[in-house]
């Protein structure tokens, strides 16, 4: 699992965020068809699930964050 991204978000009440964007090579064997899954999780290990390219709920407490 590889770190292939970070940016700030913020929540509602103006809560700052740091997302970790994470990518994983799914079929090693085939590099011509190669397919990446990709996790985001807050820079203190809570994961986020994406429900837009902008906006993400963090799992633990189903809070929205909004990217910045």
């Known amino acids: 699992m590889d770190l292939v991204e970070k940016f700030d978000a913020k929540g ?3 809560a700052p965020y740091h ?3 994470y990518q994983t ?3 090693e064997a085939d590099e011509a068809a190669q397919a990446f ?4 999780k ?3 290990g809570r994961a ?3 429900l837009t390219n902008e906006k ?3 799992v633990q407490t189903g809070e929205k964050i909004y990217r910045v």
């Open 48 to 50: 986020l699930d994406p």
């Open 12 to 14: 509602k009440t103006g």
């Open 25 to 27: 090579q799914q079929d």
């Open 37 to 40: 899954s990709r996790s985001y």
């Open 56 to 58: 993400f709920r963090i």
């Open 42 to 44: 807050l820079a203190d």
């Open 19 to 21: 997302v970790e964007v």
